[in-house]
């Protein structure tokens, strides 16, 4: 008997292509935007009550903890949103052979740091 | 909701969306943001009708997104349901939250 089949799906052993990484991805950094839904209302409602307050909502989003967090928000709403595109994309046929989803996959990539580059030196400078 | 609308919703609320977003970010860049104009802005017809379709489309997409990761990685059937209800509950919630600002009463 062959005992080297496996007997259950170890998620760190399979190696996932990158299209699949890309995938992967769209899923975890949608769980991490959903999570952030909260935060970015009660930022909407205390920025919109009165001038003292939208001074305190201002502070608290240069409060460098705070920034910290807004950059990894936004590289996961930017990651989202070019993934997201990519997939569209696919929707209507385009880019959907092993060759051409690969190179998207390595634009998704570039494209999110590059974004995330500018938004950390728009932010911090 | 099930299947080929589940589909296109999701699809549907991601480009309006992504429009929205990339509006945004536009405004924002090319804006001297201080509370009169942020205020101003957000007192519009037309914003307070378009940050609302974004929520409802948010709500949408999140709640079709979180249900189709549920159910490809929770499986015993009391925890799914579990996972779903905690979901549903979050989103209704948020929802009726951004609902409120909007209408002024918070």
Redo the contacts between chains.
Sequence with gaps: MNNKQPVYLNLFKIKLPLPGIVSLLHRVTGVVLFLAIPFSIYLLQLSMHDKADFQRALELINHPLVLLFEVILFAALIYHFFAGLRFLLMDIDIGENKRPAELSSWMVLAATTLSTLIFLIMRVF | MAGFSAWLLQ?LS??YM?VF?VIAIIWA?TTDIN?SV??AG?QSTWVQLGVLLFGLS?LLH?WI??RD?IIDYIHPLWMRLLALSL?AL??LA?GF??LA?LWGF?
């Design positions: 699809r991601a480009v992504a977003i860049t509370f942020w205020r957000l948010l999140a997104g979180l990761v979901v979050f989103l948020n939250w951004l600002i918070l």
